[in-house]
């Protein structure tokens, strides 16, 4: 016992081992081995393999052979872990045990040996000499695949190998460790290999590799049902697939950044994903989702949001929707066209339910959406023809525009219907099958064939919804060749069908053929008589009347007078609209006709004064109407019937008093509800030329939204609602057809009254008013701002015609106060050759006036000599004067 326990430093310990064996002999051979093992062997060092096995060696019976093969084992091992806590504590208990008995520096000696070993054996004592030793074997479980020297050492330590695999696989990993795929298939016991694989699946984050653990699981199970059909099912097989399938969908969806959708299909209901993915598919690619630093998998643990699925939707596009619709429907046995098709003729029918079980984060957004929608008083006011509509929307007639998207609902469901319907493969794919092939004419006959099913008797919403489709997806070309017939015939039906549908909706249901075939003059003047009270019947009329050409100017004065009188604002403008595009030439010229015109016109006008004087909180809708209308009077027959330089007056007052006598809530809204669009310079400014637009949205900026009006001072934002109004006003006189009105109208309410908007209007006159504006400008001297904010071209304008008018003064004072002499210079060299003088150098360095003359009444020259000698001697030009004089007549003149 003390030759194998001493220390290796000890004196004689080396060669008493060596007489070890020869003394082994003597001892008693049936007490000796378990005086060994139980006496000896548990104080030698644990990593002192070589004493280890001498003590095996010496036990010598078959009890010690597996223990021999495990040694022989370690011995080539080096470990991976650093020693446990347990294992400091026994060296530190072998050093108090050693102090005991031995002098210091042969303990310490013995210590730092044993902490050496400690770096590289495994302690053999928690291996052999315990009921547990997986403690010690799992601190070792690292790298990709199990230490097969451990794996080895299973059986000498009468352990289960499938064991060692089973807890090498459930060790914590990161997502670049081992490919359990590899190490299941060493795992004999299959049921094991399937409990494992389904606990690693479970553990794993959605991803690849939880699909590789899905896959390998399958096999397992595939196995287990070869080799054992009585235990396991064909159905159990089923579902594991069913399982795997979902998995890497989910995991597709995933990747795209579409996990908001997961738990639907974790539900395993692939239609009802696909459903909603395309339901909710127009308000992803319409939401306004904010940058991401990162990519959708980046972070497996956290819950997809709505903002994560709109930027991935958004990257897709609805092409790239739909090859992940292909890829889902692929993996659960559904046809991908059959499937689009299911939810195109379900959604023509009508307004769709929310879809079961939808993520409660997109029917929240969803609501708020239509929320918004509703309570937008713009939104759905003008309805844009898009896309493809736009070469077929006078064909098509003014009821599509106005009595079909009325309901924010609706106009969601045809969004959604134009998203899904768009064509999945490219014209030149032809090497698709029929059944699979989904290209434009594919489209467009399947949008055809719901179009004309039951002509006569089907419902006319759905078929209306269609035609809307058709033409938003399609372009005339494509719709021309799948029709095989003139695309203006289908428009025609079109109007008729939207029609149809309207009649039924509003309980006055027509015959399609009488319809077709009947007098457009006697249907209006029927359906006025009887429903004049009725609001969506005199609108329906009005369309009538506009789409189908009535030419009754009474019926017409009677329509818009009614739709005034019911508050229907927005659809009478556009009415008005309408009517100015084409069809008010060729009515009758009638009184009543003439006098609603003049009242309609009149009427926004009057509108936003009472606002004003009230000091209303809301904005009457109406107002919206003051930029449409330079058009309108541009267009109108009746404009020389209608007192128009009385409304330029009126805008005028307004743009002067309004903006001032408003709180900074009222401006903004009262400008939003006059210009709503984000930029409208287009808009309200129209009619002007070209050239001038930029000027305007330059000079003026922006004002979009009232988070960015609130960002300016008040002062500048009165400036903005002035100069807004005051080229409304300018716009509106220059439709006068008197040119003799408004001249006098430039002249006294803007040149001598209201000076501070000649500088804002001159950009958009023409040359008559202009040069009234000119003289503005000279009579108010308002120089230097004129050529501060006018440009360059017009300032050069405004420039010549002073030189030809002779009144230089100002420019020449403006010019030397701010020391721009070789403006001053240039100007009077622009004088003397516009009026033949021969010697303006003398004329600048002696000015001196006859006796007896005025600037007013005497020669240019006389003019000039006044203008000289009232800069000489004023104190302000009089050294700048100084300084022309010598640089124009010195050496630098000449």
């Known amino acids: 016992e003390v030759c194998l326990t001493a220390p290796e430093a000890a004196p004689g310990a080396a060669e008493a081992r060596a007489m070890l064996p020869a003394t082994w002999k003597e001892l008693n051979p049936e007490t000796a081995p378990s005086f060994l093992m139980k006496r000896v062997l548990p104080h030698v060092s644990p990593y002192d393999y070589d004493r280890i096995g001498l003590i095996m060696k010496c036990v010598g019976n078959p009890h010690a052979e597996p223990f021999m093969q495990g040694l022989k084992i370690l011995r080539d091992y080096r470990r991976v872990a650093s020693p446990t806590e347990i294992e400091q504590r026994s060296i530190n208990a072998a050093r108090t045990k050693l102090t005991q008995e031995w002098p210091c520096h042969i303990v310490d000696a013995e210590i730092a040996r044993m902490v050496k070993q400690a770096e590289q054996h495994l302690p053999w004592h928690l291996l052999a000499m315990v009921d547990d030793p997986w403690p010690v074997l799992e601190a070792e479980m690292q790298g990709h695949e199990p230490p097969r020297p451990l794996l080895f050492l299973c059986q000498p330590l009468g352990l289960n190998s499938d064991d060692f695999c089973v807890r090498f696989l459930k060790q914590p990993r990161t997502e670049d460790g081992p490919c359990p795929s590899l190490i299941l298939p060493k795992i004999r016991d299959r049921h094991k290999a399937f409990e494992v694989a389904l606990y690693l699946e479970e553990a794993a984050p959605l991803g690849p590799r939880k699909v590789a653990l899905a896959r390998s699981r399958l096999e397992i199970a595939q196995r287990l049902l070869n080799s054992n059909r009585e235990s396991c099912s064909s159905d159990w097989i089923v579902e594991q697939r069913q399982q795997l399938t979902s998995l890497e969908s989910r995991t597709e969806l995933a990747s795209a950044g579409m996990s908001v959708f997961d738990d639907m299909l974790l539900r395993g209901e692939a239609r009802s994903t696909i459903t909603c993915i395309y339901y909710f598919l127009p308000l992803l690619l319409t939401w306004n989702a904010g940058p991401i630093g990162r990519q959708p998998l980046q972070m497996p643990s956290e819950e997809s949001t709505l903002g994560d699925a709109a930027r991935a939707a ?50 929240e957004a969803e609501a708020a959406r239509l929320v918004r929608l509703s309570s937008s008083h713009f939104q759905l006011d003008e309805v844009k023809f ?18 079909f998207h009325l309901v924010p609902a609706q106009h969601a469901c045809l969004e959604r ?65 799948a029709y095989r017939n003139n695309i203006d015939e289908l428009c025609d039906i079109w109007k008729f069908y939207a029609y149809m549908d309207s009649f039924q909706k509003l309980g006055v249901p027509q015959d399609f053929n009488r319809f077709v075939r009947c007098s457009k003059d006697g249907l209006v003047r029927s359906l006025w008589r009887s429903h004049q009270v009725d609001p969506n019947m005199v609108q329906l009329i009005a369309a009538l009347c506009l789409d189908f050409g009535v030419h009754d100017s009474r019926i017409w004065a009677s329509i818009l007078s009614c739709l005034q009188r019911l508050q229907k604002l927005d659809f009478l403008r556009d009415v008005l609209v309408a009517v100015h595009m084409d069809l008010v030439l060729s009515l009758p010229h009638d009184p009543s006709l003439v006098a609603i015109m003049g009242e309609l016109f009149s009427a926004p006008l009057g509108v936003l004064e009472n606002w004003h004087q009230r000091r209303q909180e809301e904005t009457s809708r109406m107002v919206a109407w003051l930029p449409i209308l ?22 005028l007052a307004a743009a002067c008093e309004l903006p001032a006598g408003l709180s900074q809530e009222a401006r903004t809204q009262l400008m939003l509800t006059m210009f709503p669009q984000k930029n409208d310079a287009d808009l309200w400014c129209g009619d002007l030329q070209e050239a001038r637009k930029p000027q305007l949205t330059r000079d003026l900026g922006g004002f979009s939204t009232a988070s960015s009006d609130e960002q300016r001072d008040t002062a500048t934002n009165v400036e903005l609602f002035m100069q807004r109004l005051a080229v409304l006003a300018l716009e509106v006189a220059l439709c ?67 030189v030809a008018t002779g009144n230089i003064e100002q420019l020449l004072e403006a010019a030397l106060l701010h020391n721009q002499l070789l403006d001053a210079r240039w100007l009077l060299l622009q004088y003397a050759q516009h009026h033949q003088l021969a010697s303006i150098e003398q004329l600048v360095a002696s000015p001196k006036l006859p006796a007896g ?25 009089m050294d700048a004067y100084a300084m022309l004089s010598a640089h124009l007549c010195g050496p630098a003149g000449a």
């Open 630 to 651: 330079p058009r309108l009077l541009r267009q109108s027959p009746f404009v020389a019937s209608i007192n128009v330089p009385s409304l330029a007056c009126r805008l």
């Open 736 to 802: 006068c057809p008197n040119r003799t009105q408004v001249h006098d109208l430039v002249q006294k309410e803007i040149a001598e009254q209201r000076p501070q908007l000649i500088i804002i209007l001159i950009p958009y006159c023409g040359m008559g008013p202009r040069i009234i504006l000119f003289e503005g400008i000279l009579q108010h001297q308002l120089v230097v701002q004129a050529k501060a904010l006018l440009n360059k071209d017009i300032f050069e304008e405004f420039v010549n015609y002073s």
């Open 386 to 403: 898009r896309g493809q509509l736009e070469d077929v929307a006078p064909k098509v007639g003014f009821a599509i525009g106005q009595l």
């Open 853 to 877: 003359c005025s600037s007013h009444e005497e020669p240019e020259t006389t003019r000039l000599l006044v203008a000289l000698v009232r800069l000489q001697t004023s104190a302000a030009t």
């Open 314 to 363: 958004q990257r897709l596009g609805v092409q790239g929707v739909h090859q992940l619709v292909d890829s889902i429907c692929g993996r659960h046995g559904l046809s991908p066209k059959q499937q689009r098709h299911r939810l195109i003729e379900q959604w023509l029918l009508g307004t769709t339910a929310m879809p079961p079980q939808a993520p409660p984060v997109l029917v």
């Open 417 to 481: 219907l134009i998203c899904l319907a768009r064509p999945r493969h490219q014209r030149n794919e032809a090497d698709l099958p029929k059944d699979l092939r989904e290209d434009v004419n594919t489209r467009c006959v399947m949008l055809l064939r719901r179009i004309f099913t039951n002509k006569t008797g089907g419902p006319y919403d759905m078929k209306c919804r269609a035609f809307y489709v058709l033409f938003r997806i399609a372009s005339s070309e494509d719709i021309k060749e």
